[in-house]
């Protein structure tokens, strides 16, 4: 996969020049009026730093037709290899492990890990039978109301009849050029079974179709 980046526009400056005019009846420095007003500015600085640093460490996840097309090619590759049952798909967006793989390509990794999925949700798309994307807190609250560590499956099997699985898939990330992607599927069916897989993806005049799937961890 081609992954030639143009240049990444540099963040903004966390330099923050704000001018403070002399007043005309209070030279001194310390006068009232001319120290509430460095405050105010101040104040402003901080909280418009604060934003970019935050918008740096957690951007606001969007869903682009991109994305929804992606996810909707990675489910139907993946529901062809289900024989039997159907897995259960969360519309909470996981977020990419945090260890760097052997592929793909660092820059396209950490674009995925940037891809913060908070605010977001996938669509209860009905791709295939073998796939039923459902509400992610509910799969939660199954796991959540028990006391055993680790959780036990068979209340998510009884609250799921016929499932085989859970499957959460992240947000995907893009080339530069929008032609490649890359995206992350984690597959659990009890403590001792499961799997983490990359997939990447290109765009054919068909649509997006899965390329290439790499394992990331296997238990």
Not at 23 to 40: D, G, T, Y
Not at 180 to 197: Q, R
Request: hydrophobic share 40%; net charge positive; charged share 20%.
């Amino acid at each position: 996969m081609d992954d030639t980046a143009r240049p990444e526009a540099d963040f903004p400056s966390s330099r923050l020049d704000f001018p403070i005019p002399d007043s005309h009846n209070c030279p001194n420095s310390c006068c009232p009026e001319r120290m509430r007003l460095k405050s105010a500015l101040w104040a402003v600085a901080t909280l418009l730093l604060g934003r970019s640093q935050i918008g740096v460490a957690a951007p606001v996840a969007r869903m682009t037709p991109d994305d929804l097309a992606v996810f909707h090619a990675v489910l139907s590759f993946e529901c062809r290899r289900i024989d039997h049952g159907y897995s259960v798909i969360s519309d909470l967006p996981i977020s990419a492990p945090s260890t760097a793989p052997d592929w793909p390509p660092t820059s396209l990794w950490t674009k995925l890990t940037r891809r913060v999925p908070s605010g977001v949700r996938w669509p209860h798309l009905k791709v295939c039978p073998a796939g039923r994307v459902v509400d992610g807190k509910e799969i939660d609250s199954v796991f959540a109301r028990q006391t055993a560590i680790p959780p036990k499956w068979e209340p998510f099997y009884a609250a799921f009849p016929g499932a085989t699985g859970l499957l959460r898939i992240s947000l995907p990330a893009f080339t530069p050029d929008r032609k490649h992607a890359v995206v992350y599927l984690d597959g659990t069916c009890n403590p001792l079974c499961g799997s983490g897989f990359y997939f990447g993806l290109m765009r054919r005049k068909e649509g997006w179709k899965v390329s290439r799937r790499e394992t990331a961890w296997i238990s």
